[in-house]
């Protein structure tokens, strides 16, 4: 079993609509890391929690560290949100595990 | 700020080859890592370090070495180049837990390396 496990897998929507993509781990974790890999290939960095909620333009993270579980929220998607988001844990001796990312493509 | 610079962008090999992808960053970052990444994986750690001459050794380090000579550079080695080494390898940086700041993961723009 994979210690971060996202979902959905692949995600479509329709320009406008409320995207969720779910990350849940099972390990201990000092922090959690959204991130952003665009179609070029380069990975950027949208947000670090450790706890209750960040919100960055139409992007908001959660993290609940009780239940083990984070969500990214994309409000009024566009179809420049197309890309693939991974969600990453950092543990122990601040070392991070990847999940395997969620692709999505907004449709105009 | 350049932030996280790799290269080459591309880079085709023959099996037995060696050579060197390059990483350099300009944040003045401890922490520096590198990473490959494959199909349906996430992103795995092959080598980091913390600082100017020390390295350790990641999730998946075998046929590949790194030396860290300045803060700034921090090269991969990949010394007997295989098929299975066909991957997207990422440089990334930040600063360490103990320095107190921020440590949001910068990554570089990526090699993609392919070896026949």
């Known amino acids: 079993k994979n210690e971060v496990e996202q979902s959905p897998q692949n995600l479509t929507a329709q320009e406008g609509e409320f995207i969720t993509i779910n990350c849940s781990y099972s390990v201990g974790i000092s922090a959690l890391h959204w991130l952003q890999q665009h179609p070029g290939g380069g990975i950027v960095s949208l947000f670090m929690l450790s706890s209750g909620k960040k919100k960055h333009g139409r992007l908001i993270a959660t993290i609940n560290i009780q239940e083990k579980h984070s969500s990214l929220h994309i409000t009024a998607s566009h179809p420049r949100d197309s890309a693939v988001y991974i969600c990453?844990?950092?543990?122990?001796?601040?070392?991070?595990?990847f999940g395997t990312g969620t692709r999505l493509q907004v449709f105009p | 700020n350049a932030g996280v610079t790799q290269t080459p962008k591309f880079q085709v090999l023959k099996t037995g080859q060696s050579m060197t992808l390059q990483c350099a960053q300009d944040?003045?970052?401890?922490?520096m890592s590198w990473y490959r990444q494959d199909p349906g994986m996430g992103l795995r750690l092959i080598h980091y370090s913390v600082g100017a001459g020390i390295t350790d050794q990641g999730e998946v380090p075998n046929g590949y070495n790194v030396s860290r000579s300045t803060t700034e550079d921090f090269p991969l080695r990949l010394l007997s180049a295989a098929p299975s080494q066909t991957s997207v390898y990422f440089c990334a940086s930040r600063q360490t837990r103990t320095s107190g700041l921020s440590y949001e993961q910068y990554f570089g723009p990526g090699t993609r390396l392919t070896v026949t």
């Open positions: 944040m003045n970052h401890e922490y």
């Open positions: 990453a844990v950092r543990y122990g001796t601040d070392k991070l595990i």
